[in-house]
């Protein structure tokens, strides 16, 4: 935290200090500015006690504590306050985050725009997709309007919008929800969801940190959504309770205007609920990453030891896309797990874990492949064997460079998580690239099966 020549200056080693301090994110300028002084009146007692100024400055920086635990003793004493600004907005940081009225603008926008193409007379599929692209489209908006990224990026992801709306629309799909439908329904948005990424990381997305801030937004956005999602969907079912008593039926109203309206909405505000709270007090998808990782270890060693004993899954016909999702929930707790450790932390009993997790998870995955391959052989390619065969090499291969890393942190003693970060979050392009492949290039390939 402080380097050792900064101890022959106390004004330099205090402002390393505080740079450090501000540098993590918890802490804002203004509280910066009270611990300094704290600080300060401690070197000051020290002094006049009798310690030269040099030890002064280390004693009394050793006694502040390490920064995890000041960002704790501030989150504690000034609660109340810390809430006040998880609604209406605190130390901006150049950010745009006590706009609450445009982000509500902008969620009315979403909520119109998801109609959109019904209103204007579009077939079901088409209105369902391009309504969605267009929802996450004022979502992206949003999210520039408040990062504020260099024009080229927001020319780039607009580009990258326009024409998957224009292929939903394009694409011969019809009214039945056939298997490219649902390639591409899925596939899609996590696609645009890396352009929403570019937006939200600005002229820094190619850097390590911002594109793990990315990730870190990502996690708290699916947790507020899930948690607006779950009351909002209790308050249509108190509704719709009321109104069937009443002698009235609001499935219409309820199913078609303001679950849409409102998921599109909701995404916005969740987006901005994420930033404002942001450093103020600690994620949520760190936390559920560490209880979930011991839990999905067990689950994972167990099903692995079901498929040796009954010698692999060659009856169960989707069996690699479930495996498939496996590893999407496994490369998610080892990346969110890692969002919240310190560069410098040591290797402990979660990466440990996650490595027993990681590998077991590979060999799950080898008799799954196995089964998966030899009924492809047998009845040839469809979509959905293409799709899962394309996930499962892009995870694999994700999965073996953070198991490799995870090896050397755990046995060769390898102390920085930097290795292992850059590789997860350079990796992520990947994933949005082979999205977009599935999106793009599966539906005119099968013929729009």
């Not at 070197?43 to 920064?67: W, Y």
């Not at 605190?90 to 745009?96: A, E, I, L, N, S």
């Not at 600690?282 to 498929?307: I, K, S, Y």
């Not at 291969?397 to 995870?406: D, Q």
Request: net charge neutral; glycine share 12%; with cysteine.
């Amino acid at each position: 935290m402080v380097n050792r020549t900064d101890l022959i200056d106390p004004e330099g080693a205090i402002a390393s200090w505080r740079a450090y301090l501000v540098s993590r994110g918890s802490v804002s300028d203004t509280d910066a500015d009270e611990l300094e002084d704290h600080l300060r009146s401690q070197i000051d007692a020290l002094h006049a006690a009798g310690l030269d100024a040099d030890e002064a400055v280390l004693i009394a920086i050793k006694r502040m504590g390490r920064q995890d635990e000041i960002a704790g003793e501030f989150a504690r004493e000034n609660s109340r306050r810390l809430w006040k600004q998880l609604v209406v907005g605190g130390d901006t940081r150049g950010r745009r985050l006590d706009g609450g009225g445009v982000v509500f603008g902008f969620a009315a926008l979403a909520a119109l725009l998801a109609k959109l193409p019904g209103l204007l007379g579009a077939e079901l599929i088409p209105t369902l997709l391009g309504g969605g692209i267009l929802a996450l489209a004022t979502l992206g908006a949003s999210i520039a309007w408040r990062s504020r990224p260099p024009r080229a990026l927001i020319v780039a992801s607009a580009l990258g919008f326009a024409l998957l709306f224009v292929l939903a629309f394009a694409y011969p799909f019809g009214d039945d929800a056939g298997d490219t439908v649902i390639i591409f329904g899925l596939h899609a948005p996590v696609a645009l969801w890396l352009l929403v990424g570019l937006l939200y990381a600005g002229a820094d997305w190619r850097t390590a940190a911002r594109r793990m801030d990315f990730v870190r937004f990502s996690g708290e956005w699916v947790i507020y959504l899930a948690l607006i999602g779950i009351g909002g969907g209790v308050l249509m079912g108190i509704t719709a309770a009321v109104f069937s008593a009443l002698g009235a039926d609001p499935s219409v109203v309820l199913l078609e205007w303001v679950g849409p309206c409102g998921a599109a909405g909701a995404a916005v505000v969740a987006a901005w609920l994420v930033d404002s709270k942001q450093e103020v007090i600690e994620n949520m998808a760190p936390v559920l990453g560490r209880v979930f990782t011991p839990l999905f270890t067990v689950a994972v060693l167990a099903m692995l030891v079901g498929a040796i004993v009954t010698g692999g899954f060659g009856a169960y016909r989707e069996v690699l896309i479930v495996v498939d999702v496996l590893l999407v929930v496994v490369t998610g707790l080892v990346l969110y797990v890692l969002s919240a450790q310190q560069p410098t932390a040591r290797a402990g009993w979660t990466e440990r874990l996650q490595l027993v997790l990681v590998l077991a998870a590979f060999a799950l995955n080898g008799f799954a492949l196995t089964a998966m391959i030899g009924r492809t052989a047998d009845g040839g390619f469809t979509p959905n064997r293409v799709v899962a065969l394309g996930v499962n090499a892009v995870l694999l291969v994700g999965l073996a460079g953070s198991a490799w890393l995870l090896g050397r942190r755990v046995f060769a003693g390898d102390a920085s998580t930097r290795r292992l970060v850059a590789w997860q979050t350079g990796y992520l392009p990947v994933y949005g690239a082979w999205a977009l492949v599935a999106a793009v290039a599966l539906p005119p390939l099968f013929a729009f099966a």
